[in-house]
């Protein structure tokens, strides 16, 4: 379930219930509801770490530091790289890789097909094939692919750039 489906749960049965006897801290309620939605958080000098990982729903993927899988989204532009999901209803479900400065070190990928792309509001987005990628908010745990084909747009991305599909 995504961070917002339970702080939305939690604040309507706050305010249809009885006051509670204790109330749960910020940082509770945060590790409770999972990963954060909306862009990765990229602090001065990170590197943004990509690795090909398999999945058993699709095969080959590329993956975050954390082993999510990726995804890009079929509508984006690929020469030059550029990204349709721009608006925070997009965002929040679809969070854009960042890597501040430009830096992403590519461990198992073809270092010709790992770059940035800058977003409008300045931060490098990470591109493997001139494919803007993301990670996809309901992907509940490492390895996860749930992301992949839905609205027959957004795909796991394979080492090569393209669709991942099982060979």
Not at 15 to 30: H, I, N
Not at 58 to 72: E, I, K, N, S, W
Not at 74 to 103: I, R, Y
Request: hydrophobic content about 40%.
């Amino acid at each position: 379930m995504s961070r917002f489906a339970v702080l939305a749960l939690i604040a309507c049965l706050g305010a249809c219930s009885s006051p509670p006897e204790e109330t749960a801290s910020l940082e509770a309620l945060e590790a409770a509801s999972g990963p954060v939605a909306g862009p990765t958080k990229v602090l001065p000098g990170d590197i943004a770490k990509l690795q090909v990982e398999q999945s058993p729903a699709v095969g080959p993927v590329v993956a975050d530091r954390q082993h999510y899988t990726l995804y890009f989204n079929a509508k984006d532009g690929t020469n030059p790289p550029s990204s349709t999901c721009l608006e925070p209803e997009c965002t929040l479900v679809w969070p854009p890789l960042l890597a501040a400065g430009g830096k992403v070190e590519a461990t198992g990928l073809d270092q010709k097909l790992v770059g940035t792309m800058k977003r409008p509001d300045g931060l490098e987005q990470v591109t493997i094939g001139g494919r803007p990628v993301y990670r996809y908010v309901d992907d509940e745990q490492a390895g996860d692919a749930a992301g992949h084909g839905v609205d027959d747009r957004w795909f796991a991305i394979a080492p090569n750039g393209a669709k991942a599909s099982r060979p």
